[in-house]
């Protein structure tokens, strides 16, 4: 699996980075998890500060058009983005580590 960054812009007021990446595969569409693990390779990043907003992949190409946020630390990304989409990018926050320790 071969990632090209695509476009990278940079947003300072939430510690962060826009990232457009192209991933070239050879089969199947990767899972958002290699992806992430991928990206954060590329740009020497932790795979907790990477966040995949969207893959976007045309049937029968072997091409994938993504889109991520890239954080200067894990912590930001757990302040900054949706549950969800952590949830979906395999990120705890410490809010739920401190819940987990109640329960």
Do not use: W
């Not at 954080?71 to 979906?88: D, F, G, I, N």
């Amino acid at each position: 699996m071969d990632v090209d960054i695509i476009s990278e812009e940079e947003n300072p007021m939430l510690h962060r980075s826009n990232v457009t990446f192209e991933l070239t595969h050879d089969e199947a569409t990767p899972s958002r998890l290699q992806v992430r693990d991928s990206l954060a390779a590329k740009l020497n990043k932790d795979a907790d500060e990477v966040v995949i907003r969207k893959l976007d992949t045309k049937f029968g190409m072997r091409k994938t058009v993504g889109h991520a946020k890239v954080y200067e630390t894990s912590a930001h990304a757990t302040e900054v983005e949706q549950e969800h989409m952590l949830e979906r990018n395999k990120i705890v926050s410490d809010e739920s580590d401190v819940e987990a320790e109640e329960a």
